[in-house]
């Protein structure tokens, strides 16, 4: 188990849905990140958010919209979705000094879009 | 971000010790290496890091070379559950500190 926690794990939607990746964390971690992995590929950083405030975007299309209510919770809102977005989205926290501290991931949602 | 060279694929045995090499020649000196797994089906796994001293922890240790341009995991007694992609990790402690750029990993098998 991680302390990271997706919901769904699994999901499987339409191009024209409307749908929202959820990521919970109770670490007390004040840095939020959203991945993106494509099979037999490594993690992409999509966005960073630190003190639930947007801090990266790495060119991410405006389809995928992110969202941070709270220090605990992350997420990723979908729209109009192309299958080629088709992948596991992963979410991971850290403490905000980042370069010396460990991120912690959950184990993703896998996504599919028809 | 400084890149690093890992081999595309390794095979163990079971109980037995395991190196994984890095290579990290344009590394600054304000990067720390960082070592994650990938297990089938789950999110990537912390394992350790290090700046310039050589670290143990309960999973694994790390080596680091003394001009800091290689790294090598060393995995005391691989496990059949120790089979993964181990990425290594260069973190820089400037501006893009929260920044993690996974390359291509190591593939590692482990033989019963």
């Known amino acids: 188990d991680t302390e990271v926690t997706q919901t769904p794990k699994h999901l499987v939607m339409g191009m024209t849905n409307k749908k929202s990746l959820k990521c919970e964390q109770h670490m007390g971690h004040r840095a939020m990140y959203w991945y993106k992995q494509k099979a037999k590929k490594p993690p992409e950083l999509m966005f960073v958010y630190s003190y639930e405030k947007l801090s990266i975007n790495e060119s991410v299309p405006s389809r995928f919209s992110p969202e941070c209510p709270n220090s605990s919770l992350l997420n990723l809102h979908l729209h109009a979705l192309q299958p080629e977005d088709s992948a596991l989205y992963l979410c991971a926290s850290s403490p905000p000094d980042g370069a010396n501290q460990p991120q912690h991931f959950g184990d993703g949602t896998r996504l599919s879009i028809l | 971000d400084a890149k690093t060279t890992q081999p595309n694929s390794m095979e163990s045995n079971e109980e037995e010790p395991v190196h994984l090499p890095c290579n990290h020649s344009t590394i600054s000196g304000t990067d720390y290496i960082h070592w994650y797994r990938q297990l089938p089906s789950q999110g990537p796994e912390y394992v350790i890091h290090?700046?310039?001293s050589n670290v143990n922890n309960r999973m694994a240790s790390l080596a680091i070379a003394e001009d800091r341009k290689s790294s090598t995991l060393i995995l005391h007694r691989a496990t059949l559950r120790d089979a993964a992609v181990y990425y290594c990790i260069l973190k820089n402690s400037g501006g893009s500190n929260y920044k993690l750029t996974f390359g291509k990993g190591t593939l590692l098998t482990v033989n019963p």
């Open positions: 290090g700046l310039t």
